[in-house]
């Protein structure tokens, strides 16, 4: 099951590692303990609307970018069964085979703009990634014969 606190966590964290602050830079402009916000980019924590958007802001993005980035997430996740629903419904097999392997990559989709992988860490716990799809030469083409 994705936890929306790891999906929040996620895309503060990578907007933060993306302008190479830290964390301790962040937490100031933010007015939030830097072990609080620590907590919160791990997904340990859920942090109310005030702190949301006190980290936005401090992080210099709009509140509603990272929703809908999260969102965009979210729904690509949606897709893929099983992802968004207990493990336990599997058949021992598979269960098995997640076992041996839960640090893998369990399922990947993309909408053609952005990539969601999902390591299902657990059966109530899963770790979504996203990254935007750089397009190939072939897709730079048909954009430009378009």
Known sequence: MVLLRRVIGDALRARRQGQQRTLREVSTAANVSLGYLSEIERGHKEPSS??????????????????????????????????????????????????????????VTSDGKVAVSVRQDSPLKATLRRARVRPTERDRDVVCAA
């Open 50 to 107: 005030e702190l949301l958007a006190a980290i936005c802001d401090a992080l210099g993005a709009r509140l509603s970018e990272l929703l809908r980035e999260v969102s965009d997430t979210v729904a690509l996740a949606e897709q893929m069964p099983g992802v968004l629903v207990p493990m336990q419904d599997e058949p021992a097999d598979a269960a098995a085979v997640h076992k041996s392997s839960n640090r893998g990559v369990r399922q």
